[in-house]
């Protein structure tokens, strides 16, 4: 079973500050979800990158696939209060198998 | 896309009781997991719900203690037995749809 490392696990910012949240592996990825987490909800998803070095954008956040495909980061530009939850990424080992997650990012962003 | 539901969202159970979650998918989805997550936490996987044959559950997890049942390609129940403290957690219901998985609300379990 793939481990994935999730750094760091609380963080409190300001609103309007920028924050980085990475991910890793020792493992090569096949694919790689994040996800966003609200209280009293289940995660919903927010990305899937496949290809190493790819690069997408929602909005203020953009993800990243590093090259070797061990290792992915999203970026939160000018956070807001409404960015508040729980960030995880996932995986899985192959095709049908379920999502395995990592530990999570605990963002704050304090108006 | 495909909307989960949970009933109950919430319940306070005594120590030694039993509870049963069910979980409904709004569209026929081909895989169907149950998590749990403790409060603060990240979701582990205790079972893959498979429609018609004996559920596959992760390490550390027993069917005696998670039974599961998946009649069909839309429900599933999870059942916490002979429940304890440690089993206060939050319980979440998952379908798997081409290579996106949705989950449901989850249901707060709190064992007294």
């Known amino acids: 079973t793939q481990l994935l490392e999730q750094s760091p696990q609380f963080l409190s910012i300001q609103e309007g500050e920028n924050l980085t949240v990475y991910c890793n592996s020792s493992?090569?990825?096949?694919?790689l979800q994040w996800y966003r987490q609200e209280p009293g909800e289940g995660p919903v998803l927010l990305v899937t990158v496949v290809t190493g070095g790819e690069v997408k954008k929602l909005k203020r956040l953009t993800f990243q696939f590093g090259d070797a495909r061990k290792d992915s980061s999203l970026h939160i530009t000018a956070a807001q209060p409404g960015d508040t939850g729980l960030y995880l990424c996932?995986?899985?080992?192959?095709?049908?198998?379920?999502?395995?997650f990592g530990k999570g990012t605990r963002l704050s962003v304090i108006a | 896309s495909a909307v989960i539901s949970q009933k109950p969202s919430r319940d306070i159970c005594q120590r030694g009781t039993s509870l049963t979650i069910q979980c409904q998918v709004d569209?026929?989805?081909?895989?169907m997991f149950w998590y749990r997550q403790q409060p603060g936490q990240s979701l582990t996987l205790i079972a893959t719900a498979n429609q018609g044959s004996e559920a596959t559950y992760e390490s550390g997890f027993v069917i005696d203690k998670f039974p599961i049942s998946r009649p069909n390609l839309t429900f599933s129940t999870l059942t916490v037995s002979n429940m304890s403290p440690e089993d206060s957690s939050i319980y979440l219901c998952s379908g798997g749809l081409g290579d996106t998985q949705y989950f449901g609300p989850g249901t707060r379990l709190t064992v007294l």
């Open positions: 569209s026929q989805v081909t895989m």
């Open positions: 996932a995986t899985r080992n192959s095709g049908n198998t379920p999502l395995v």
């Open positions: 493992s090569v990825f096949s694919s």
